[in-house]
């Protein structure tokens, strides 16, 4: 990665912010509390689950021009789920886990339901919303068709939540990750090292399920006639991209660098360098509706809304991130002290879904 040009010397602003805003539920990586900073990555750990539509079905919608593939979903359409999952030594590959797939209904994976996951029912097509845990299977990621929909407002609200298990290459089996969580009933046992995590496949757009549903004959309040006509205008939900990292590094005898450099691309600094790292996205983000129906008189109301986005920065160091004014998410973050290879991940959030990205950091001596 050449640097462009020798640019900027001087201090930059601390007084920043930073919002992540609806983008919160997308960005917490751990299942259980933990001592460690949350940024840092000194075990393997579960960062994001991308959802896609393979293949569409008859109410499906088709991707916007020039956009990635749809990330929420309509009965009949095929949905890949693909998890990202970093490591110590970079990221890990799924196959090395042999995580096992569900996904959750009625009271969820995370109650009463938790400790009979080895027990429950093969998936079929998944109704919306699901009626009950069933188990997609084993596999590095996983596919599944969705079925009918049943109950239009619940689809929406909750959409699909998918989980996936794991082990770890330093802690248990996957295998054992499910006999622990289901002896968790009768005795203690320990989930440490176990990958837990669940996300919600969003079914929509909106405005397409309630014209299936009433073409269909699902439960719903909401009439077609009930929508503005602009909500058809809306195009489908595609998950925020990262298309390039920035950054700004100190260059011998004074001054900075900057470089743009590719997710998955190898930076090179030295011992205590400090430099700021920011993100450079493919596309702005999206405008959808947002639906509510009053509990006692059914009116609809319908509200614009602009995506908002944030991102959460991970290293396999301790060096916090300090977030500044500067555009792209951009952070601060300093170089260890001692020479070697450290890796940087980065979640690209917005309220419906996230994308991730990272580096490789070369260390080297003064």
Known sequence: MPPRAPLRTGARARAATWICA???????????????????IDHTDALALRFEVIERGPYGADPPPGAG??????????????????????????AELEPEWFVCGGSGCFASDLVALGEVPRCDAVPLPPPETCALGPGPAVEFELGPLLDVVQAAN????????????????????LRRAAALTSETSSLRDCLFFARALNVGPTWRAVLVGAVTGAITPVAPSDLPWEVSQIEPDVAPSIARFAAWVPAPGGGEYFLEAQPGATLSVRIGDQLALSLIEDAPPQEYYNFSVDQDSLAVTVSPIVEIRGAAWFSTTTAPFVPTAGPGFEVDWRAPEEPGTHHVYVILADNRSATTAWLRVEVAPR
Do not use: H, Q
């Open 22 to 40: 609806g983008a919160a539920m997308w960005l917490g990586a751990g299942c259980l509390p933990d001592e460690r900073p949350y940024w840092v």
């Open 69 to 94: 593939p749809v990330v929420e979903a309509m009965p009949g359409d095929r949905v890949r789920a693909t998890p990202f999952i970093a490591g110590v030594d970079g990221p890990v590959d799924p």
């Open 158 to 177: 909750l959409g699909v939540m998918v989980m996936m298990v794991a082990g770890t290459p330093e802690g248990p089996s996957t295998r054992e990750c």
